[in-house]
């Protein structure tokens, strides 16, 4: 599988606001090395994306 990712200050925090926008999050936030983090949420119609922060 192959995701968008959109880059982000923190992925945490666009997830809680992706929540309260009526999106789920299929994985929370997850370290990937020396890479970030990155977040896994899907939008209102089921579409899953990627979150990537520094930090």
């Known amino acids: 599988m ?3 990712y959109f880059s982000c200050n923190n ?3 666009e997830a809680a606001r ?3 926008a009526g999106g789920k ?3 929370t936030k997850m ?3 020396g890479y970030g983090f990155v977040t896994l949420p899907l939008d209102t119609e ?3 994306f990627g ?3 520094l930090k």
């Open 25 to 27: 999050v299929h994985s």
């Open 11 to 13: 992925c945490a925090v």
């Open 18 to 20: 992706l929540e309260r």
């Open 51 to 53: 979150l990537h922060s």
């Open 2 to 4: 192959s995701f968008t």
């Open 31 to 33: 370290a990937i090395g």
């Open 46 to 48: 089921g579409n899953m």
